[in-house]
Nanobody, 116 residues
């Protein structure tokens, strides 16, 4: 079983930055992809960014050029550096770990609020 623990959310002013972290523990087999999703009130959960074992990445159009996803395979940890934050980035951010062997695993979520 895989456990995911997110941290780093909070309140930030527009234009500010935050760095989210997600540490995976338990029985973990490579390769696997790690991703960040977000869900705003009244909206569906959406993919923000994903990174695979080989470090290839993809981003939602709305965050390209502002957010950067990275991972430390030795620590089974994924990061999301969020710069130039906008009020529309306000959401609960969820970490996801996915592979054929381990299936789909989710963290509990961390709140990000962008407001002046």
């Amino acid at each position: 079983q895989v456990q995911l623990v997110e941290s780093g959310g909070g309140l930030v002013q527009p234009g500010g930055s935050l760095r989210l972290s997600c540490a995976a523990s338990g029985t973990i087999f490579s390769p696997y992809a790690m991703s960040w999703y977000r869900q705003a009130p009244g909206k569906q959960r959406e993919l923000v960014a994903a990174i695979r074992t080989g470090a290839s990445t993809n981003y939602a159009d709305s965050v390209k050029g502002r957010f950067t996803i990275s991972r430390d395979n030795a620590k089974n940890t994924v990061y999301l550096q969020m710069n130039s934050l906008k009020p529309e980035d306000t959401a609960i951010y969820y970490c996801n770990l996915r592979s054929g062997l381990m299936g789909d695993n989710w963290g509990q979520g961390t709140q990000v609020t962008v407001s002046s």
